[in-house]
C-alpha cells in the first residue's frame, strides 16, 4: 500500500467567495498593473513621430471640427464660448470612450497572456482604463490654455475635477470589464462596441445641450450628466446634484456588477479566448 507523502503535493482551492471580489488577491498583484498600464502606454506611442501629443489631438481637432460646423448654429449659453463647451465635453468623453473600446478588447488582446500564466484577469481590463487617465491629463492641459486664452476666470472647482475624473473612470471601468467579458464567449462584441460609442456620444450632449424637454435622459445617461459636472467646474457655475447624484448612483451599480460577472466568468476565459 503506498505511503502517502506527509505535505500534501496539490491543494485544492474551494470556490472563491464572490462576496470579496478578490480584493486581497487584487492587492498581491497590484505591482502588475502598473507593469501592464505602463506597458499600453509605451506600445500606445512606439514607433509615433509625435508620439504623446496624440493624446490631444484627438479632442482637439474634434473641437475645431464642431466649432467650425455647429458653432454659429449651437446656443451654448453665456457660461462658455462654444470652443471651451465642447472641448469640455469632449476632455471626459474621449477618456471614458477610448477606455472602454480598449479595455472592452483587452482580454482577446493580450490572450497569449491569459493562456500562459494564471494571474486576476481583471488586472487587464482595468490596466486599459488607468493608461488612458495619462492622455487625459495632458489633454487638461489644453483645456486650462483655453481658459486662459478665452479670459474665463479660474473656478475654485477645477480642484475637484481630479474627483470627477475618477467618477468617469470608475463608469469606464465598469462599461469595459462587462464588454471585455463579453467579447471572450461573444465575438460579436468587437464589432458592435464602436457603433454603441457613436450612438452614446450624440445622446450625451458633446455636440449641444441636451434640450429641456429631453432633460429626463440624462438621469440615465451617467456620462452626460458627468460631461454637465465638467463644465459646471470650468464656468465656474453650482454643479447640478441630481443629475449627478443619479450618475454616481448607475455608476456604482454597473461597477459592482460588472465585477460580479467578470469573477463569475474569468475561470473559462483561458478555454474560450
Known amino acids: 500500500m503506498p505511503v502517502l507523502p506527509e505535505n500534501p503535493i496539490v491543494v485544492l482551492d474551494p ?33 509615433t513621430i509625435i508620439g504623446a501629443a496624440w493624446a490631444i489631438i484627438q479632442p482637439l481637432f474634434a473641437m475645431l471640427v464642431f466649432t467650425f460646423f455647429f458653432g454659429s448654429y449651437v446656443s451654448a449659453g453665456d457660461a462658455l464660448p462654444y470652443s471651451v463647451f465642447a472641448y469640455t465635453g469632449l476632455l471626459p468623453w474621449v477618456f471614458f470612450s477610448n477606455a472602454v473600446a480598449n479595455s472592452g478588447n483587452s482580454l482577446v488582446g493580450n490572450s497569449g497572456l491569459i493562456t500562459k500564466v494564471y494571474f486576476p484577469r481583471i488586472i487587464i481590463p482595468l490596466a486599459s482604463v488607468f493608461s488612458g487617465l495619462a492622455d487625459f ?15 474665463i476666470a479660474l473656478s475654485p472647482g477645477l480642484i475637484l475635477m481630479p474627483v470627477l475624473a475618477l467618477m468617469t473612470a470608475a463608469l469606464a471601468i465598469g462599461v469595459g470589464m462587462w464588454a471585455a467579458a463579453l467579447n471572450v464567449k461573444y465575438r460579436d462584441v468587437r464589432h458592435a462596441l464602436p457603433f454603441i460609442i457613436q450612438i452614446l456620444m450624440f445622446a450625451s450632449g458633446i455636440i449641444a445641450p441636451i434640450p429641456e424637454k429631453y432633460r429626463f435622459l440624462i438621469y440615465l445617461n451617467p456620462i452626460a450628466a458627468q460631461i454637465e459636472a465638467y463644465r459646471a467646474m470650468v464656468a465656474g457655475m453650482p454643479i447640478a446634484l441630481p443629475p449627478l447624484l443619479s450618475s454616481l448612483i448607475l455608476t456604482t451599480a454597473i461597477l459592482l456588477y460588472s465585477i460580479y460577472s467578470f469573477r463569475k466568468a474569468e475561470d473559462d476565459f483561458a478555454d474560450l479566448i
Do not use: H, N
Open 137 to 151: 491629463a495632458v489633454a487638461f492641459v489644453i483645456l486650462l490654455f483655453l481658459i486662459v486664452y478665452y479670459g
Open 15 to 47: 470556490d472563491r467567495p464572490m462576496t470579496t471580489f478578490g480584493v486581497r488577491e487584487f492587492w498581491q498583484y497590484r505591482e502588475l498593473l502598473y507593469i501592464l498600464a505602463a506597458r499600453d502606454i509605451k506600445v500606445r506611442y512606439k514607433q
